[in-house]
């Protein structure tokens, strides 16, 4: 699946059963699930065990693929997240509907990419497909350019911290950004309907501050 090497498959299913008893999820948690996923099964294992090419990362000692089969298209995404947060692995989730599938993945907050037909009946991605890059000469670096693939995230960011630690505070600061963007799109409808001059005036050095938060 996805391009990965022959010996990373593995291809073992992950009973619902057993994810309800061993993190005693709430009733109402575990029939939000059951709506929306028919069933789970690890496919892939990535360590260095199975790709020796790759070293351990500092944090990242191994990653998983989980295909997760939806009963519908337009799921919920708390069913996924949910499930990500109480697994501890590193994971890369396959969500598929029918013929098509989507990755998900899980740092900080969910990151999905768009729908994608692939073969019928089959697990793998249509040969002129390129989905997902594996990049990385450690684990480390192997997880963070999965989740800035799955989440278009680019790497500009500048900071002294680790690579994982740095991918973080970029999210973080992502999201602040996209909040301060709402914020200023708000200020302007505002503005633009307001017919008092000094409410007028009022939002328009509210906007000022917040476009010189932005920059």
């Given at each position: 699946?996805?391009?990965?090497?022959?010996?990373?498959?593995?291809?073992?299913?992950?009973?619902?059963?057993?994810?309800?008893?061993?993190?005693?999820?709430?009733?109402?948690?575990?029939?939000?699930?059951?709506?929306?996923?028919?069933?789970?099964?690890?496919?892939?294992?990535?360590?260095?065990?199975?790709?020796?090419?790759?070293?351990v990362?500092?944090?990242?000692?191994?990653?998983?693929?989980?295909?997760?089969?939806?009963?519908?298209?337009?799921?919920?995404?708390?069913?996924?997240?949910?499930?990500?947060?109480?697994?501890?692995?590193?994971?890369?989730?396959?969500?598929?509907?029918?013929?098509?599938?989507?990755?998900?993945?899980?740092?900080?907050?969910?990151?999905?990419?768009?729908?994608?037909?692939?073969?019928?009946?089959?697990?793998?991605?249509?040969?002129?497909?390129?989905?997902?890059?594996?990049?990385?000469?450690?684990?480390?670096?192997?997880?963070?350019?999965?989740?800035?693939q799955?989440?278009?995230?680019n790497?500009?960011?500048?900071?002294?911290?680790?690579?994982?630690?740095?991918?973080?505070?970029?999210?973080k600061?992502?999201?602040?950004?996209?909040?301060?963007?709402?914020?200023?799109?708000?200020?302007?409808?505002?503005?633009?309907?307001?017919?008092?001059?000094?409410?007028?005036?009022?939002?328009?050095?509210?906007?000022?501050?917040?476009?010189?938060?932005?920059?």
């Open positions: 699946m996805l391009g990965l090497p022959q010996s990373t498959e593995v291809k073992r299913p992950l009973p619902k059963a057993q994810l309800y008893k061993r993190f005693d999820w709430s009733p109402s948690q575990r029939e939000r699930f059951d709506a929306e996923v028919s069933r789970l099964d690890f496919v892939n294992w990535i360590s260095p065990r199975t790709v020796p090419a790759i070293a990362g500092n944090e990242v000692k191994e990653i998983f693929v989980v295909e997760v089969s939806l009963k519908s298209r337009d799921f919920d995404t708390k069913a996924i997240t949910l499930l990500a947060k109480n697994i501890p692995q590193r994971i890369v989730f396959v969500l598929r509907y029918e013929d098509e599938i989507k990755l998900a993945v899980y740092h900080t907050k969910l990151f999905m990419t768009d729908w994608q037909l692939i073969t019928p009946h089959s697990s793998l991605l249509t040969p002129n497909s390129s989905f997902l890059t594996i990049q990385g000469l450690n684990l480390d670096t192997l997880w963070e350019n999965i989740v800035r799955i989440g278009n995230i790497s500009s960011f500048p900071t002294s911290n680790s690579s994982l630690s740095a991918l973080s505070e970029q999210i600061a992502d999201e602040e950004r996209a909040k301060l963007d709402r914020q200023i799109a708000t200020l302007e409808r505002q503005m633009n309907a307001t017919k008092q001059p000094r409410r007028k005036r009022e939002l328009f050095v509210e906007l000022q501050k917040l476009k010189r938060d932005v920059r």
